[in-house]
DNA sequence: GAACAACGCACC
DNA sequence: AAACGGTGCGTTGTTC
């Protein structure tokens, strides 16, 4: 059998496990591998140690490593890099095989699906995914099981409990499923790309970049990043207190218990502050609005303290007290990459989701959330940051000589349009917003507070001092509606069956166009390129930035990472540049990089 | 209990 | 004619 595999050029590959936290204790118990004709399920269960499908469990990196190591192979996953976490949690650590995600290829065909899971891709190809969880479910087959953290239980299936009849070709249907659908979205993007116009770049070379940016994101997640657990405790501790305080101040100020709730506001507020209530903006759904620009305005000190409860409620939970229940025994939080996580191209992160971590002036507050993340001992945490990407890549697309001239002598893309325009900057980089988003004139009025002729006259100024951009923008948008199918600079293929949406189509060619140049950044400068063999590693990704732990050894690959970022992307008139960032002590307190040297040099001077 | 809608809010 | 793009996540409240 085992020859057989090893014959394979294409294989897909699927795991079963206890679990879907790899990197908290959940282990494989069976791995299923199909071939174009055939499927074949090893069961590592002890669950099922007396059936003759049972082998143990230290043959999986004896038996899998010289297929996953085989950089002459092709495997097809789905969710690859969770079954490459569970993989590596049995030893297998070298992949160097191809590997190919259902998922990723799923977008490239269509990034506008409702839905990328096996199941719900299977239908493409005819297949139905079997229900072995409702089995489980209905016939026993769970126990309650509550998330950490979480108060409320749930049922739990229980794969790894299930009789081998009903998961062996449950797990073989999934093989299947894996392997044809894979062959079959190939098929289909190679017709595609047979049929592309000669000028437009292959669709192969995403698919490449896609799958070396799937080993990238694997390394990072496995490695890692260090959570500072005191602090976030100590942080913790703070923020419950400090939410706890403020609804203790509601309750004695109203008699009512605070619920954070549109029913709960709008009873103590047409109470307590009825001059606030003419005040009231409406949601989409038409129901009264309390979002923090309404209440914000409040005359009423309830709304200070509804604000300042969810700030603390906010902090505690979805950052701080989350992290703690994320982070391994080793102190390291491992969060998920999703590469096919977005229409556009770009990486989304959960569990956490290190994106959308607090910055700015949180900086000033009593804890910062950035500071949770910090370098190991003997290492820097480097924040590598290109500068307005998207209106550069905007500007160099569209070929605006005259802005590209200031940019390029050194004046700041917003005012530089401010300067063409003959307005502030604020109002330029408004502008550049609501370009790159779609925005319409009732949208840039509102944002700019001044009346809806204002705008419109300041959006034809607009296309009158910037007519490239305007252009461009405007064959994007012709473009997608008539031919339906757009393509960014490196390839990515964007569907526009609906014209009713083309007019999201240049800001999709624009982020997803940033999206692909940060994806050849880290891989250039990935853990597979420029730092194999190093003692520094890449940790995280937040769309336009990546950071890095750089030992203290080699801060001579600082310099050079930053290079690589800034020449991921062929520019023709407006190259990219990138600010770096160093900290010894966390990601929210990293300083310049030139200016740290500087003061390293002054210090060592002395 | 589970699933969903609605809301609000953090980021780029 | 009119449209601000892309995410993840926590809570509340409703419905089955």
């Known amino acids: 059998m085992l020859s057989v595999l090893r014959s394979q050029a294409a294989l897909a590959l699927d795991t079963e496990t206890t679990g879907l936290r790899p990197w908290q204790g959940d282990r494989l118990f069976s791995i299923i591998v199909a071939t174009a004709h055939d499927e074949f399920y090893f069961n590592f269960n002890a669950h099922h140690r007396e059936h003759e499908s049972f082998l143990e469990r230290r043959y999986i990196a004896e038996w899998f490593s010289p297929i996953l190591g085989d950089p002459n192979k092709t495997i097809y996953k789905h969710n690859a890099k969770f079954d490459m976490a569970m993989l590596h949690n049995e030893g297998i650590t070298e992949f160097n095989a191809t590997i190919i995600d259902n998922e990723i290829l799923a977008r490239l065909y269509d990034?506008?699906?409702?839905?990328?899971?096996?199941?719900?891709?299977?239908?493409?190809?005819?297949?139905?995914?079997?229900?072995?969880k409702e089995w489980l479910l209905a016939n026993g087959y769970w126990e309650w099981r509550s998330e950490p953290g979480e108060e409320k239980r749930s049922k739990h299936p229980l794969f790894y409990k299930a009789p081998l009849e009903r998961i062996v070709p449950y797990g073989c249907g999934d093989g299947r499923t894996t392997?044809?659908?894979?062959?079959?979205?190939?098929?289909?993007?190679?017709?595609?790309?047979?049929?592309?116009?000669?000028?437009?770049?292959?669709?192969?070379?995403?698919?490449?970049?896609?799958?070396?940016?799937?080993?990238?994101?694997?390394?990072?997640?496995?490695?890692?990043?260090?959570?500072?657990?005191?602090?976030?405790?100590?942080?913790?501790?703070?923020?419950?207190?400090?939410?706890?305080?403020?609804?203790?101040?509601?309750?004695?100020?109203?008699?009512?218990d605070f619920v954070d709730s549109a029913k709960c506001l709008s009873a103590v507020f047409k109470q307590f502050a009825p001059d606030d209530v003419a005040r009231f903006r409406k949601t989409e759904k038409g129901n009264l609005s309390f979002k923090d620009d309404v209440i914000a305005t409040?005359?009423?000190?309830?709304?200070?303290?509804?604000?300042?409860?969810?700030?603390?409620?906010?902090?505690?939970?979805?950052?701080?007290s989350n992290y703690e229940l994320l982070v391994d025994d080793r102190g390291r939080i491992h969060p998920n990459f999703r590469q096919g996580g977005t229409k556009t191209g770009r990486l989304s992160a959960s569990d956490p989701n290190v994106q959308n971590v607090t910055k700015g002036k949180d900086k000033e507050s009593r804890f910062p959330i950035r500071r949770c993340f910090i370098p190991p001992p003997d290492s820097f945490l480097v924040s590598v940051d290109l500068d307005q990407v998207e209106y550069r890549l905007m500007l160099d697309y569209a070929a605006e000589k005259d802005v590209i001239?200031?940019?390029?002598?050194?004046?700041?893309?917003?005012?530089?349009?401010?300067?063409?325009?003959?307005?502030?900057?604020?109002?330029?980089?408004?502008?550049?917003?609501?370009?790159?988003?779609?925005?319409?004139?009732?949208?840039?009025?509102?944002?700019?507070?001044?009346?809806?002729?204002?705008?419109?006259?300041?959006?034809?100024?607009y296309f009158d001092r910037l007519p490239k951009v305007t252009s461009l923008i405007k064959a994007i948008i012709r473009k997608a509606e008539t031919d339906k199918v757009i393509y960014n600079w490196f390839g990515r293929v964007y569907r526009f069956p609906d014209k009713r949406f083309a007019y999201k189509a240049p800001n999709y060619l624009i982020q997803g166009g940033c999206a692909d140049v940060m994806k050849i950044g880290m891989v250039e400068a990935g853990n597979d390129k420029l730092l194999k063999g190093t003692r520094s590693t890449q940790v995280l990704s937040v769309h336009d930035e990546l950071v890095f732990y750089v030992h203290k050894d080699e801060l001579d690959l600082v310099p050079k990472i930053q290079q690589i970022v800034e020449k991921a992307y062929p520019y023709k008139h407006l190259p990219l540049t990138a600010g770096v960032e160093i900290s010894s002590i966390s990601w929210g307190d990293t300083e310049d990089f030139d200016a740290w040297k500087a003061g390293l040099n002054a210090t060592s001077a002395l």
Request: proline share 3%; net charge positive.
């Open 179 to 256: 392997f044809d659908l894979a062959v079959w979205l190939l098929q289909k993007l190679k017709e595609r790309d047979d049929n592309r116009h000669p000028q437009q770049p292959s669709i192969l070379q995403v698919i490449s970049l896609e799958a070396k940016t799937t080993k990238e994101l694997f390394h990072m997640e496995r490695h890692g990043v260090l959570l500072d657990r005191e602090y976030t405790a100590e942080a913790r501790a703070y923020e419950e207190a400090r939410a706890q305080d403020l609804r203790c101040e509601f309750k004695a100020a109203t008699g009512v």
């Open 298 to 320: 409040f005359q009423s000190p309830l709304a200070q303290v509804v604000r300042e409860h969810r700030d603390a409620y906010k902090r505690a939970g979805t950052y701080f």
């Open 405 to 461: 001239r200031q940019v390029v002598d050194g004046v700041d893309v917003h005012q530089a349009t401010a300067n063409m325009m003959g307005v502030d900057r604020a109002s330029a980089k408004t502008i550049n917003f609501m370009l790159l988003y779609g925005g319409g004139p009732l949208k840039l009025a509102h944002e700019l507070k001044i009346p809806l002729r204002e705008a419109k006259s300041l959006r034809e100024l």
């Open 111 to 132: 990034n506008a699906r409702f839905k990328y899971s096996l199941d719900a891709l299977a239908g493409l190809i005819g297949h139905t995914k079997g229900g072995l």
